[in-house]
C-alpha cells in the first residue's frame, strides 16, 4: 500500500527558509509523478509544485516560481521542496502527493505538514 510520509515543516519567520522532505514507500515510483500541495485556513487545498522521479515535468504555481524549489533523491527515496524568501501568505497545511504519469488525478496523498510564516 502506498504511504506519503511528510515532514520539515515549522514555524519561521517572513523572508526565512523551510525544506519539507516526502518519503513515498509501498510502491515502486519511477512512474509516479509527485507534488506538493498546501491548504490555508478556511480555503481550499491549491497545487504548489510538481516533479517526475527523473527530474523532468517540473511545474509550479506561479505564486512560488523564483522562491520554491521541487526536487528528489532517487537514492533516498525522497521528494524535496525547498522554499526561500518565505511569506505570510504561504501559511498553511502542505500536503505531499502522488499519482501515476498517465493519470489526470493524485490518488495518494500523505497527511501534511503544517508551515507557519510570522510576519
Known amino acids: 500500500q502506498v504511504q506519503l510520509v511528510e515532514s520539515g515543516g515549522g514555524l519561521v519567520q517572513a523572508g526565512g527558509s523551510l525544506r519539507l522532505s516526502c518519503a513515498p514507500s509501498?510502491?515502486?515510483?519511477?512512474?509516479?509523478?509527485m507534488a506538493w500541495f498546501r491548504q490555508a485556513l478556511g480555503k481550499e487545498r491549491e497545487f504548489v509544485a510538481q516533479i517526475s522521479w527523473t527530474g523532468g515535468s517540473i511545474n509550479y504555481a506561479e505564486s512560488v516560481k523564483g522562491r520554491f524549489t521541487i526536487s528528489t533523491d532517487s537514492a533516498k527515496n525522497t521528494v524535496y521542496l525547498q522554499m526561500n524568501s518565505l511569506k505570510p501568505e504561504d501559511t498553511g497545511v502542505y500536503y505531499c502527493a502522488a499519482r501515476r504519469r498517465w493519470s489526470i488525478t493524485y490518488g495518494y496523498w500523505g497527511q501534511g505538514t503544517q508551515v507557519t510564516v510570522s510576519s
Open positions: 509501498g510502491g515502486t515510483f519511477s512512474d509516479y509523478i
